[in-house]
């Protein structure tokens, strides 16, 4: 199976006009977040963030397949001594214009730096905002199972009567699990926290995220010969991620030296597929 991909260099609001409707099965990407990186992108003030990405995420919400995803990395900012409201107001925005906000990934950074604030703590985390066209999408849960840990060796090995049934909830939610199913099992389903480093190597920019990242949201959401979009490409880890994955990808970039680095990136990781080696996926679970 031939891997294809494609950047288109220009403003995605425009560049993504270019794709036809209901062609790719994952959007995953980082926009510039309110504010900064304005030597590199020239910042967008919070106050105008909805109404600037709003039309891009029009075009999106086109290209995506019903069964498809988009997970949005984004960060809020700290204005005048507390938090800026705009993620909140583009949420609501986007519930407005069809979309469906399915779920909250965080992104926890392992290697966070310290730092001090008069009136606050340093941020270790960043939120994934997972958004579908549809209820019902194409989600592959088994594929990012994480080994069971000494959970099994302390909780599993002093069951109660009560957790070996599933219990009806005390405080009427309705919840109840039978917790003895998971006994003997090598591997459990995540949490929606991702516990990842962050990238000490910025690859020439400003804001590149660990390959790991776009990498377990490729897993969850795509199989192979999927087609993964980034609209925001910037040093292309998703699409360089996608590609040793064996997904087609679609880049979109408004800066040429980015977009003809990736270029020559994706070039470099194609010659580097086509030597025999140990499979990815296999090589990166083991």
Not at 56 to 74: A, D
Not at 191 to 202: G, Y
Not at 247 to 256: V, W
């Amino acid at each position: 199976m031939e891997i294809k991909h494609e950047f288109f260099l220009g403003d995605c609001e425009e560049e993504l006009k270019k794709i036809p409707d209901n062609s790719v099965d994952l959007i995953f990407t980082s926009p510039p977040y309110a504010d900064q990186r304005k030597n590199t992108y020239g910042g967008i003030h919070p106050g105008h963030y909805v109404e600037w990405f709003l039309p891009k995420s029009k075009e999106m919400l086109r290209v995506l397949k019903p069964t498809g995803t988009f997970v949005l990395n984004i960060k809020e900012k700290v204005v005048n001594g507390e938090r800026s409201t705009y993620v909140l107001e583009l949420i609501l925005a986007m519930k407005q214009q069809g979309w469906l906000w399915t779920e909250e990934f965080i992104w926890h950074k392992k290697n966070c730096y310290p730092g001090k604030w008069p009136n606050r703590f340093r941020d270790a985390w960043e939120r994934l905002l997972q958004f579908n066209k549809n209820r019902k999408f194409h989600m592959y849960q088994e594929a990012v199972m994480v080994p069971m840990g000494n959970w099994a060796k302390t909780r599993l090995s002093n069951l109660t009567d009560t957790d070996m049934r599933r219990d009806e909830s005390k405080v009427g939610s309705g919840f109840g699990k039978n917790i003895s199913n998971w006994l003997n099992r090598d591997k459990a389903y995540p949490t929606n926290v991702v516990h990842l480093a962050t990238e000490c190597n910025n690859k020439k920019h400003s804001a590149a995220f660990p390959e790991g990242l776009p990498e377990w949201f490729i897993r969850l959401f795509t199989r192979e010969g999927d087609t993964v979009l980034d609209p925001f490409m910037g040093s292309g880890t998703t699409n360089i991620v996608a590609d040793k994955m064996r997904r087609n990808s679609i880049g979109i970039e408004l800066l040429p030296e980015y977009y003809e680095m990736v270029k020559s990136k994706i070039s470099s990781v194609q010659m580097y597929l086509l030597e025999p080696k140990e499979d990815y996926e296999t090589s990166r679970t083991e």
